[in-house]
């Protein structure tokens, strides 16, 4: 039945949480079972999307406010549907994307705390009832994560402390959003080995479409 429809599939969790290897590894071994695969990322994965990319990763951290951030993701991700995503499936390919629209509601609505309500309306604007046929949230212990993405942690000067009660609040939101979003949603436990965190997506993903 399946098999000239793509499905959208999007990774989605902390710093440090191991998505970009996992989408890859995903990727592989859904061209082995036969499926076009288109690998990308947010923000970015068009070229408009990733000049946007640019413009909110790079310079003064102060040059952009919460809710000036979440315009600018939410334009690059746009682009990126338009001329990235929905393309490709409608050829049939699997999408996989490492992060997509939860990343906003978890670190710009949750994190920077724009508000839940705030980063729904400009999703429902900006995509409307489009979603992901699954997301996999890779959950880690906030200190870890960092910890894997600085080498080290210096979890005592404040401005450590501050990242830290951020990144907490955006993982309870992912999990938030994982409650919420039961049927699309998959939390999965990234401190397992990159090995056995590839074999667990892999098999939900087999008794999920390949069964
Ligand atoms: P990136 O270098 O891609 O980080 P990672 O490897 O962790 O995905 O940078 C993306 C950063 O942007 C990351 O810290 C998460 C953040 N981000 C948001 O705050 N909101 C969003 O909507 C998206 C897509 C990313």
């Known amino acids: 039945m399946g098999d000239k429809v793509g499905r959208f599939i999007t990774l989605e969790g902390g710093d440090g949480s191991g998505k970009s290897s996992q989408a890859k590894a995903l990727g592989d071994f859904l061209e082995s079972m036969g ?21 909110i990763l790079t310079g ?8 000036e951030e979440t315009l600018l993701f939410y334009t690059a991700r746009v682009n990126h549907l338009r001329l990235t995503v929905k393309p ?29 309500e705030t980063v729904r309306k400009i999703h429902d604007v900006a995509v409307g009832t489009f979603e992901p046929d699954l997301t996999f949230i890779l959950d880690l212990d906030v200190e870890t994560g960092l910890a894997r993405t600085e080498g080290r942690g210096h ?6 402390r501050m990242k ?14 994982a409650r919420q979003n039961p049927d ?12 056995d965190i590839q074999m667990e997506l892999r098999s939900y993903l087999k008794g999920r479409f390949f069964s």
Request: proline share 3%; glycine share 10%; with cysteine.
């Open 35 to 55: 499926k076009e695969v288109v690998l990308t990322r947010e923000p970015g994965g068009s070229p408009g999307a990733d000049e946007i990319r640019k413009l």
């Open 60 to 67: 003064d951290p102060e040059r952009w406010d919460g809710l």
């Open 88 to 116: 490709a499936l409608a050829r049939g390919a699997w999408v996989i994307s490492d992060r997509f629209a939860d990343s906003t509601m978890a670190y710009q609505g949750y994190g920077n705390q724009l508000g839940v």
């Open 155 to 160: 979890d005592e000067d404040r401005f450590e």
């Open 164 to 177: 830290l009660a951020f990144h907490e609040r955006m993982r309870q939101g992912f999990l938030e959003i």
């Open 184 to 195: 699309r949603c998959q939390v999965v436990d990234a401190s397992q080995s990159i090995d």
